[in-house]
């Protein structure tokens, strides 16, 4: 039986900017900090941890941290907030520069490991209320509760559906007058739990990978926000038609249908600024075609709906079809940018077109073939 592993006992430090390491019996840990509010923990099996991220466009700082010995522990201080790190087992805990406890690890848990898999044990406050991963169904306090991050397209999911969609690790938790904000940064499937079945402790699971997570300590919920978004990026101010009226459904076609719908619905004057063709649009639903008999002349329609100042949207899917001599296809086995199997062939699943190929976003090319391919 393979029984949960802690990280140990801290046996030595290394103080070498902007990383200080703390080495332990079982695995090692690393803190470094974004800003006075932001501090980064990995904890890893190995002395060698991870430094590149998909989620993360900022760098760690050198010279925020400020490291005192305090005997039986370690305090870790920025202008902000601090971290308490004791010696023997490893735990951590973060305070605000107040004193006042923001988030502590379980003391009997902490982090560690059954097999590959690593989760961080928290204990969980009084009345401590936890808002946020994302898009989740279910409450918006999430205390009691357990979710999946592995992105799923669940068609028709029950209002507590899970997993879903959208897969954003990110968390507030709210106790005492208090808030902090805590991210996992790991892109192996993940497990948060907020209580669920117990009143004792939240953690969050990675199935691999190192344990690696940031924690926020603003005073307040914008502070957190701002905080979080300054590490992952922001996105573009949206344009203002994007956040108005939009009218959608699945789906609108031909393309007499969907003059009639517009004239309609400002005949009805019902405020309206966008719409939506989903995938009937498409010849044989592949991405980057038009249907020739449903919108046999596309750029005239949009070209009158824009006229009668209706911007459209249409859906796109990243599922190329598997089928020779369509341009998309060809120019992705061409070019190399589609998933791979480890023994290199293309992987194949099947999405509305039938089999198809699918994007490999992490290679520069393949992003910058698909941004062109909109025009």
């Known amino acids: 039986t393979k029984l949960h592993q802690s990280v140990g006992s801290i046996q030595k430090v290394d103080n070498k900017e902007p990383y200080i390491t703390f080495y332990s019996s079982n695995g090692n840990i690393r803190i470094s900090a974004y ?3 932001c501090i980064r923990v ?3 099996k190995t002395t060698t941890f991870e430094d590149f991220s998909y989620a993360v466009q900022a760098n760690p700082v050198a010279g925020l941290i400020r490291l005192t010995d305090k005997g039986t522990s370690y305090e870790l201080r920025t202008d902000s907030c601090y971290l308490i790190i004791t010696k023997n087992p490893a735990r951590i805990s973060l305070y605000n520069n107040k004193g006042e406890l923001l988030n502590e690890d379980e003391p009997a848990f902490g982090t560690g490991w059954i097999g590959e898999e690593v989760s961080t ?3 969980m406050q009084d009345d401590e209320k936890f808002i946020g991963l994302g898009e989740k169904t279910g409450n918006l306090n999430r205390r009691g509760e357990g979710f999946t991050n592995w992105n799923t397209d669940y068609f028709a999911y029950p209002s ?8 954003i690790p990110f968390y507030m938790g709210v106790h005492h007058n208090v808030v902090y904000g805590l991210f996992l940064d790991n892109t192996f499937k993940s497990h948060f739990n907020f209580g669920a079945s117990n009143n004792r402790f939240s953690s ?3 199935e691999d ?9 603003s005073s307040h919920v914008a502070g957190i926000i701002e905080s979080y978004t300054a590490l992952t990026g922001r996105m573009e101010m949206p344009s203002l038609w ?3 009226f939009q009218q959608g459904r699945y789906s609108y076609f031909p393309d007499k249908k969907v003059i009639t719908l517009a004239k309609t619905l400002q005949k009805k004057k019902i405020p309206s600024d966008v719409i939506y063709f989903d995938i009937h649009y498409m010849d044989q639903y592949k991405i980057f075609t038009w249907n020739n008999e449903r919108f046999p002349q596309p750029k005239k329609m949009l070209d009158e709906l824009e006229g009668m100042g209706f911007k459209n949207v249409v859906i796109v899917d ?8 369509y341009k998309a296809y060809e120019e992705g086995v061409k070019d190399e940018f589609f998933l791979k199997y480890p023994d290199g062939t293309n992987y194949t699943g099947q999405v509305w077109p039938g089999w198809c190929h699918f994007p490999d976003f992490t290679k520069p090319k393949a992003r910058k073939r698909w941004g062109q391919s909109f025009a």
């Open 242 to 244: 994007s956040i108005g």
């Open 121 to 123: 044990y928290k204990k």
């Open 204 to 206: 969050f699971t990675a």
């Open 42 to 44: 990995q904890i890893s």
């Open 160 to 167: 507590n559906g899970d997993p879903i969609y959208a897969s």
């Open 209 to 217: 990978g190192e344990m690696n997570y940031y924690l926020f300590a």
């Open 318 to 325: 990243p599922g190329i079809k598997v089928e020779k001599g």
């Open 35 to 37: 800003s006075s509010v």
